[in-house]
């Protein structure tokens, strides 16, 4: 009799350990290991600048392929429509339709636009260690939210913090913030797709001169 009993409170207690809730380090790593297989993704970023008391609102399209392409699309607002900026690794350009004119971009690497992309963040994540995770609920949905310094001590932006979905580990927002702790960026994620097929000629910077 003993023996069933001893039997049954291990069976009880391997079960309740079955069903143990991950911790968020556990969500984290694991969602490490997902962006570390992403080879590319594309999604609509609706972005807030906050300059002083000046608060700015666009729309773009974003696409990235892995290790560091970039392709920023402006959707909107209506004058800023249809400029385009490209970094193929190496070097980065902007086009600009209003005035049908492209410009070289000095210097992209370590930019805001590039703040704003999920690989960026996952470079500086990757090779650095994360501040503070938590968990969030917003709007009934659970996410997991992690804060990583930025390298490179720009006093307007300091560190960034991104709100993970867990279920999917679909990002949802990230928000830029400056050394007193002030958001200056906030970009929330849409129509986020994983892994779509994205030719290198994407990315090739004689796009920006052929529009």
Same mark, same amino acid.
């Given at each position: ?73 402006? =959707? /909107? ?6 400029? !385009?900026?490209? %970094? $193929? ?8 339709? @209003? ?18 992309? =999920? /690989? ?6 990757? !090779?650095?260690? %994360? $501040? ?8 009934? @949905? ?70």
């Amino acid at each position: 009799m003993k023996v069933l009993v001893g039997l049954l409170i291990l069976l009880i207690t391997i079960s309740f350990t079955g069903c143990k809730e991950p911790t968020n380090e556990e969500i984290y790593y694991e969602a490490q290991k997902h962006f570390i297989n992403l080879d590319s993704y594309q999604c609509v970023a609706n972005i807030k600048i906050s300059n002083k008391e000046l608060l700015s609102s666009y729309k773009a399209k974003h696409i990235y392929k892995k290790p560091d392409k970039y392709y920023i699309e402006m =959707l /909107g607002p209506e004058e800023s429509s249809g400029c !385009t900026t490209i %970094y $193929n690794g190496n070097q980065a350009w902007l086009y600009h339709p @209003q005035i049908n004119q492209s410009f070289f971009i000095k210097n992209f690497n370590d930019s805001i636009e590039e703040s704003m992309f =999920l /690989g960026y963040f996952l470079k500086i994540s990757l !090779t650095g260690e %994360y $501040n503070e995770i938590s968990s969030e609920t917003i709007n009934g @949905q659970d996410y997991l939210a992690v804060t990583v310094e930025i390298p490179g001590n720009n006093t307007f932006r300091q560190s960034e913090k991104i709100w993970i979905n867990k279920n999917g580990l679909i990002p949802y927002k990230l928000v830029i913030y400056d050394h007193k702790g002030n958001c200056t960026v906030e970009v929330t994620y849409a129509d986020f797709k994983y892994n779509e097929k994205i030719a290198d000629e994407k990315f090739a910077l004689n796009i920006a001169h052929n529009h």
